[in-house]
């Protein structure tokens, strides 16, 4: 059961061209090129070390590509430094939980909600105000934690929180910087059955007003939420489109996904 | 500057590097590899100096005090890495950096209650003590070139070492990354001590090479570490290669800042650190 | 407020209130105390100035540096060069000026060794102040390695710093300052970033964070706050010489820092005293059997410090921290 929707505009919020990384004489992303469409969630599928991690990564700025291009929201983002591409609209979660383990679950939400309320670190009037009077900052940090499901355990170190509710708390700080374009590792990694659930209802609504990429194993979660496919080996891309014609496309079911794909419903 | 002039502050340029080389290569090694501070590393250096000295003066030989101060500051090293260092390798750099300066203290007194806190010197040995003549009033001394010559097949030992053999190969993968190696069957903690080991054996090897040039006195130690650390931040942390190319170039902007701009001469190493750091904020040469 | 517990940012209130009274003691001391000892305290809460600044890039930030000192020694300098040798400086010209040498200082070093992590960071701290050092140890025109004389403590026209009474609370009023200064800045949007690259840089970056930028302002700031005390100590002591930016200085600090409990200020003020404490007591240990224990107190401080690390990790105020949660109901 695949849900296809159309692109809510012409253009991607974000397009990726060619995009290639080498370390030394592998290239663990070769060539790569990937669009995001607001209203759209866009998998990327593909076996261990097929390079989707670093693909996400590349596209986040935590690494520095070798060659290739991204722009986001119409502005040429490449070589980019991790924040500014935040900045600009981006956001992505990490598929190992990547939190401020000694922190409260709400001052973790809290901080990343901060990032957008954020002018120079050298103004004074940073240093003397305090950070928990910040309205704006609070009431996006709670939206944030509303839409992960959060609110019950607010109070909780995050580092003591289960693994579950980590993962939650994962996705609640990217929704915090209030991004247009959602880059998710992994989001339902060691999740249980309901939780998974919620999870995917979450991306459900968070679709109408975002660009995502969704790096996933989850069979299931992947044909019900996934608007476009890639499937990604070896850093190529070997198939790319609407998922139906992926699953169906030979070279695919041969390389990867075999009988697994076939039994999907 | 005059040719003959340009020549033997070349060489004395090249002898300090090498001499240097020799500190910030175990320094280096022992960061890059076990991922250890070490502040109380040019305390092994001022050990060297101290066993030079007392072991020359018990034996009356320069080469027996080496040999003999060789082995049991190996052995010194050793037993500090299993006793103390091995436990610190998984803290902070902060506990490490506490640690380690504590040691400066015990080291110093150690060293105030075991030979006391007057200068000395060390005779260079007859066979050594001659200069070479390159005009009618300048000559060369032979113990500087000796000392370079001592620093190079050191360092070229180091290169073989790493680059050539089974233990180097292993050294290197233990760097590279240490569960993996340890999966392997490699024994890690061996690795660890020898390389431990290796660090304080070319510190002390360092000091004693270093003595009769430099003499022997407190607080030997401290000077001569800042410059280590500056030569490894330029080369890059865990980069043997990087610390020889490093080393080199300290002592090339020191020895000559020294003569053509004595005003600035002390600055100068510091001016080239910030330039690197500007440029290259993880050395010359990254692990 | 949730307010997250880590690092000793907030402490159980009865030891709030031991702490409110340990201060009052403080104010109290001149009417009890010598001359010698009123001066002996001065010392130590400009020592506390220093650590708290320290704690604000250690504790606060995460950042190791072992070059703070060349902060505390250049604004002692500046006091030095604007005393003239006859007659006192204005107070209020020469304390803002040293304490902007301090920050200026501390700005330009800290653009090029921000950009370092770890090890780095740590060693690059040092070698810089390291050259500092050097600077004014190598030359006369600087003082020299004799160090420069204040002849006259600064003039603050509406009270005498000659007098050791005035001078003590005139010291008291900077600590409070400092220390009330720095406890909203630990909870300000500024604070709390810093926090926040304390224990997860990467993800501060990834969220949005000019880390960089909040870094080199940490730096600038703990080197400001580092003159302060560095004006006060010339200030105090008449004297100032270039061990006074030297590595054992940055050294003593860290471990001032270390000794108290870092993270919340009121620990960096502990550990200066008991620091200062605990020399005094090593420097005078008596003979025994022959053996002078005092005159190789470096023996005994090198002993205590990798005591310390090994035993102690969270500082004294850690321990006070948690002998006084368990006669409590969690906050």
């Not at chain 1, 986040?60 to 983002?77: E, F, H, K």
């Not at chain 1, 992994?186 to 459900?204: D, F, I, N, T």
């Not at chain 2, 020549?7 to 175990?26: D, R, T, V």
């Amino acid at each position: 059961m695949s849900n296809t929707a159309s692109p809510r505009s012409e253009i991607p919020l974000l397009s990726a061209r060619d995009l290639t990384k080498r370390f030394g004489g592998l290239a663990a992303v070769n060539q790569v090129s990937v669009d995001l469409w607001l209203g759209q969630i866009h998998a990327v599928i593909g076996p261990n070390g097929a390079g989707k991690s670093t693909l996400t990564n590349l596209l986040s700025g935590d690494l520095p590509a070798t060659s290739g291009t991204v722009v986001l929201r119409g502005q040429d983002i490449s070589g980019w430094p991790p924040e500014k591409i935040s900045s600009h609209g981006l956001g992505r979660s990490y598929q190992k939980t990547n939190i401020f383990r000694s922190f409260s679950v709400w001052e973790n939400v809290r901080l990343a909600a901060q990032s957008r309320s954020q002018p120079s670190a050298f103004n004074p009037l940073q240093w003397w105000r305090s950070a928990f009077n910040m309205h704006e900052v609070n009431e996006r940090a709670e939206r944030a934690m509303e839409l992960a499901g959060l609110h019950k355990r607010r109070h909780h170190v995050a580092g003591e929180a289960s693994h579950g509710e980590q993962r939650q708390l994962e996705i609640a700080m990217t929704l915090a910087t209030e991004p247009s374009v959602l880059l998710l590792d992994e989001p339902l990694a060691g999740m249980g059955s309901a939780e998974a659930e919620s999870m995917v209802q979450l991306l459900l609504r968070l679709k109408k007003d975002h660009a995502i990429m969704l790096v996933e194993h989850d069979m299931d979660a992947i044909f019900t939420l996934s608007d476009r496919l890639t499937v990604m080996v070896n850093g190529q891309v070997i198939a790319s489109g609407w998922p139906a014609e992926v699953r169906a496309d030979k070279g695919v079911q041969a390389a990867y996904l075999g009988d697994e794909l076939s039994e999907a419903h | 500057m005059d040719i003959v002039n340009f020549l033997i502050q070349l060489l004395n340029s090249m002898q300090y590097g090498l001499l240097l080389f020799m500190l910030a290569a175990g320094l280096t090694l022992i960061f890059g590899i076990m991922g250890v501070v070490n502040l109380a590393h040019g305390s092994f250096y001022m050990l060297g100096a101290y066993l030079a000295w007392s072991l020359a003066s018990l034996t009356g030989s320069f080469a027996l005090a080496i040999l003999v101060g060789t082995i049991l500051s190996v052995l010194f090293g050793l037993l500090l890495e299993w006793l103390l260092f091995r436990h610190f390798y998984q803290r902070d750099h902060l506990d490490q950096v506490l640690l380690t300066f504590g040691l400066i203290y015990v080291f110093e007194e150690m060293r105030s209650i075991l030979w006391g806190d007057d200068v000395h010197g060390v005779a260079i040995p007859d066979l050594l003590s001659a200069s070479i003549p390159l005009t009618d009033t300048l000559s060369y001394p032979v113990y500087r070139l000796f000392m370079s010559a001592v620093c190079l097949v050191l360092a070229l030992g180091l290169y073989l070492l790493i680059s050539k053999t089974k233990l180097g190969m292993k050294i290197r993968a233990g760097a590279f990354n240490h569960e993996m190696t340890q999966a392997l069957g490699v024994n890690i903690k061996l690795i660890h001590a020898v390389v431990f080991a290796l660090g304080v054996g070319l510190a002390t090897v360092a000091g004693m090479v270093a003595a009769p040039v430099s003499s022997v006195y407190p607080n030997m130690g401290s000077q001569v570490l800042i410059m280590c650390f500056v030569v490894v931040v330029i080369g890059g942390i865990g980069s043997v290669k990087g610390a020889l190319v490093a080393a080199l170039l300290v002592g090339l902007v020191d020895t000559f800042g020294k003569v053509l701009l004595p005003q600035v001469a002390g600055m100068l190493v510091y001016v080239l650190m910030a330039a690197v750091l500007l440029f290259k904020p993880e050395g010359l040469f990254k692990h | 407020m949730s307010a997250p517990q880590s690092h000793l940012e907030t402490l159980p209130r009865s030891l709030n209130v031991l702490l409110a009274l340990c201060f009052l003691a403080l104010l109290l001391f001149p009417f009890v105390g010598t001359d010698f000892y009123v001066q002996m305290v001065s010392r130590m809460m400009i020592l506390a100035i220093f650590a708290m600044s320290l704690d604000l890039l250690q504790g606060v930030t995460g950042l190791v540096s072992l070059g703070h000192a060349a902060y505390f020694g250049v604004a002692g300098y500046a006091l030095a060069f604007l005393t003239p040798a006859g007659e006192p400086i204005s107070l209020y010209t020469s304390l803002p000026l040293a304490v902007a040498a301090s920050a200026l200082l501390a700005l330009m070093i800290g653009f090029l060794v921000v950009r370092t992590h770890g090890i780095y960071f740590i060693m690059v701290t040092m070698a810089f102040a390291q050259m500092v050092f050097y600077l004014f140890f190598d030359n006369k025109a600087l003082g020299g390695s004799d160090g420069i004389y204040i002849n006259f403590k600064p003039d603050a026209k509406l009270f005498n710093l000659e007098n050791k009474h005035v001078f003590y609370y005139f010291t008291i009023a900077c600590l409070l300052a400092v220390y009330i200064f720095l406890r909203r800045l630990l909870w300000s949007p500024f604070g709390r970033a810093l926090a926040g690259i304390r224990v997860n840089e990467h993800r501060m970056r990834a969220l949005g964070f000019d880390t960089f930028a909040h870094k080199l302002c940490a730096f600038t700031l703990a080197g400001a706050l580092a003159g302060l005390a560095g004006y006060l100590w010339g200030a105090q002591t008449g004297y100032i010489n270039p061990e006074l930016m030297g590595f054992h200085m940055s050294a003593h600090a860290i471990m001032m820092v270390i000794l108290g409990g870092m993270g919340h200020f009121a620990g960096a003020i502990i550990g200066a005293f008991s620091f200062e404490y605990v020399l005094h007591v090593f420097k005078d240990l008596p003979e025994v059997a022959g053996f002078n224990l005092g005159k190789h107190w470096q023996l005994w401080m090198g002993l205590f410090i990798v005591a310390l690390v090994v035993f102690a990790p969270r500082g004294i105020l850690g321990l006070l921290a948690k002998i006084f949660k368990s006669n409590e109901d969690a906050p």
